[in-house]
């Protein structure tokens, strides 16, 4: 495991994880919860928590202390494992430093436990909440374990961390990483320059991560006339579009690209590595295995053996049921294809919209960076199609020339798809590198 | 055209631009009816509501919002010189 400051051997590390839970047995820390920048050392205080049957929990470390005082609440933390002094009512802040072993404390004599042997262990992802508060999906940590297929040519991999730790994603990235005894990297922050910095100083073989982020990573190796010499590029997090696919062919040439398909409360389900958008039909409405896939509504639902026990104080979806995924689907011939997220969806004057569909002719714009397609209220269609587009930085074109271009693209879509309004921004608002198309509220 | 008049007529411009028909060629005066056609600018549902977005954005605030419903392009002017002064 390695950052820009610090790396662990696999030896070094299962050391300090047995120093840590010894640490944390002594201070009878049983929950806690984590805010920590993303660093090798917050993995290994998790592997320790899951040593010692603790249940975790990872906060986004944008939040604020009231925030984090109101989650301990809600979710009925007394521990904070913290990186700065926090003062909150009833509950105890920690440094790493703090989880001292008891004194007769022999690492020698010690029977380094596995990681998900316990089966009171258990980690709570936060939803990511972008509307109301964050709800907590709680797994068993041997359930977040088993989703994780153990490949023996996955050992010699250097992967890149490209998700943040407060989210599923980037636990699925760390077990995977571990569970293959492959090498980790964590860049300085998710940033692209660092990234690029990361995955050359380290040659990174392999990146896991959203088409938001491999769309921004394709531009800025392009623009920079940089080389990444990966060996595995894995999507997911956001629905795959044919002209990513091309993209990423483009800047990694020949280089295998794997579609993994997860969420926060189902975990990681199925992957493809066909190179086509979306899935087989075939995968759907099997009667066995760990995760079953079915249609309801143009709506993708899913059951999964190991997906989480259920939300933190809401008994409303437990394992081993049906989840309604909130992904929209179309049936294309033999291919189940992601039209986008249900929330995202814009109503123009009754007819629906996929920002993603949009977003997919924009994108092949030439010098277009960057595009998020959204809803605007109105008062006319009730929504309308908004385009914010980021030129790319090499790009000659003026943002005249641009708008005439995209609009000639967009002349392919039906009428009620094209954007109404294209608006030139430096930059567009992500959640853990997925773009945000959530409609805009009525204000 | 005054300046307000000006600004329309060029929001208008960027509003049908996806019109197969050049968008280059349109001309109006304050007569100039809104939402029929051949006789005015045949504005559709779409087009108008990405009017009242491009007034909106240019001027903060629109007649459809407000609820009002201008019928020739001399009546959406007014709208905005009335406001002004």
Known sequence: MASASKSFSYSVATRVVAHLAQGLDAARVRRFLVYMRDCPELILLLMAGSVVGAQTCVANRRYSTDEIADLCRRFGFEHVM????????????????????????????????????????RHIVLTTGTTGTPKGAVYAWRDLVAQIRQRPDQRSVTFLLAYQMNHFAGIQMMLHALCNRAALVMAESLQMPDVAWAAKNFNVDAISATPTFWRMLCSYVASHSDRLSLKQVTVGGEAVTDDLLAKLETCFPGVPVAQVYASTEMGSTFSVRDGKAGFPVS???????????????????????????????????????????????AIQGDRVVFLGRKSEVINVGGVKVHPVEIEKVINQVPGVFAVRVSGRPNPVTGQIVVA??????????????????IRSACKVLDRYMQPRLIEFVSNLPTANQKLMRRPESES | ???????????????????????????????????????????????????????EGRFGHDPYTAGVFPQTFGELVSYYSAGKT
């Open chain 1, 82 to 121: 913290a990186d700065v002094p926090m003062s909150i009512d009833n509950v105890r802040s920690h440094y790493l430093s703090d989880m001292v072993p008891p004194k007769e404390f022999n690492m020698n004599s010690m029977a380094i436990p596995r990681l998900s042997d316990d089966p009171d262990a």
């Open chain 1, 283 to 329: 995968l759907l409405n099997r009667n066995s295995g760990e995760v079953q896939l079915r249609v309801v509504d143009g709506e993708l639902q899913i059951r999964a053996q190991h997906s989480m026990l259920g939300y933190v104080g809401d008994s409303s979806s437990t394992q081993g049921e049906w989840f309604a995924t909130g992904d929209l689907v």
């Open chain 1, 388 to 405: 914010q587009v980021v030129i790319a930085p090499d790009s000659n074109g003026k943002e005249e020339e641009m708008g005439a271009a």
């Open chain 2, 1 to 55: 055209m005054d300046g307000v008049a000006e600004t329309i007529y060029q929001i208008i411009r960027q509003v049908i631009r996806y019109r197969d028909s050049e968008a280059d060629g349109v001309h109006v005066s304050d007569a100039t009816r809104l939402y029929e056609a051949p006789d005015g600018l045949g504005l559709d549902s779409l087009e108008i509501a990405a009017l009242s977005a491009g007034l």
